[in-house]
Nanobody, 122 residues
């Protein structure tokens, strides 16, 4: 699976962005998809994930109620809608894929996109 993330940019606090992750290659529909982020000087952290079946979603506590994740298997694309953005959301955001099972641990993911930078100004 090859992943291409896009949609990052500069936004003011309280604003919104939608990230997209387009997948190609092997079957996308049977992979769980996750979003992770890494701020300068910090470790990569889990943001959100969506299962391959039943579209179950999972979120880090820090983004619950503000972010949503969805997938369109027909378009081989997963989305991360980010609302009410805060300066502490500033990071490079990565999408990742993992066969079948969801995980919040980044080492469990086999495939990674190149990252897209989100900057939230105060």
């Amino acid at each position: 699976v090859q992943l291409q993330a896009s949609g990052g940019g500069l936004v003011q606090a309280g604003g919104s962005l939608r990230l997209s992750c387009a997948a190609s290659g092997r079957t996308f529909s049977n992979h769980a998809m996750g979003w992770f982020r890494q701020a300068p000087g910090k470790e990569r952290e889990f943001v959100a994930a969506i299962s391959w079946s039943f579209n179950r979603t999972y979120f880090a506590d820090s983004v619950k109620g503000r972010f949503t994740i969805s997938r369109d298997n027909a378009k081989n694309t997963v989305y991360l809608q980010m609302n009410s953005l805060k300066p502490e959301d500033t990071a490079v955001y990565y999408c990742a894929a993992r066969a079948v099972m969801y995980s919040s641990r980044w080492p469990d993911y086999n495939y990674w996109g190149q990252g897209t930078l989100v900057t939230v100004s105060s």
